[in-house]
């Protein structure tokens, strides 16, 4: 449950963190379960609902104002915040994976997404309403990770083709 920060001094959250970003130099940490959502050196956000609020983060250039913001998933409610804003897709876990992009968009995955969990990634622009960017087929579970890296989304799929999983490379659109 704890950690050292860049300091060398201990940290604890009070549950084992699920996720951590960097932020103006400072660590937060987060929990998508148990009473405190997020954690940094100066304080920390309790829980107020089973939303999942902390299972994941990123630290993104979500508005296009040329700063970096903190986003937060929160995959139970199916939503993202940043800077106070919400956007809300309420389905399929939206909000479980983030990767970031150019100036302003954020890439949301929903890996459960569908009947048969086949998951979907979405791009949010300046925290606006999400754009379907990719759809899994049956169990694939896409969108569980997400990252950005030379020009090219990459999604992960672990349930794709009956369990080996898979990555779907895709230029970043």
């Known amino acids: 449950t704890g950690w050292l920060d860049s300091g060398g001094q201990a940290r604890d959250l ?7 970003a960097l932020v103006d130099d400072e660590v937060v940490a987060s929990s998508a379960f148990g009473d405190i959502a997020l954690w940094t050196a100066t304080g920390s956000t309790p829980r107020v609902a089973e939303d999942q609020r902390g299972y994941a983060l990123a630290t993104c250039d979500s508005d296009g104002d040329g700063d970096q ?5 929160a995959p139970g409610a199916g939503t993202i915040d940043s800077e106070g804003v919400t956007v809300a897709h309420g389905t399929g876990r939206f909000g479980a994976a983030l990767a970031c992009g150019e100036p302003g ?7 459960a997404e569908g009947t048969l969990h086949q998951g979907a990634v979405y791009r949010v622009e300046r925290m606006g309403t999400p754009s379907l960017v990719a759809a899994g087929d049956d169990l694939d579970e896409l969108g569980t990770a997400l990252a950005v890296a030379s020009g090219h989304l990459l999604m992960g ?3 794709a083709a009956a369990s080996p999983g898979s990555v779907r490379l895709v230029p970043v659109p």
């Open 14 to 20: 009070g549950t084992r963190p699920d996720a951590l």
């Open 69 to 73: 913001e903190l986003v937060v998933g």
């Open 105 to 111: 968009v954020i890439y949301v995955g929903a890996p």
């Open 157 to 159: 799929a672990p349930g």
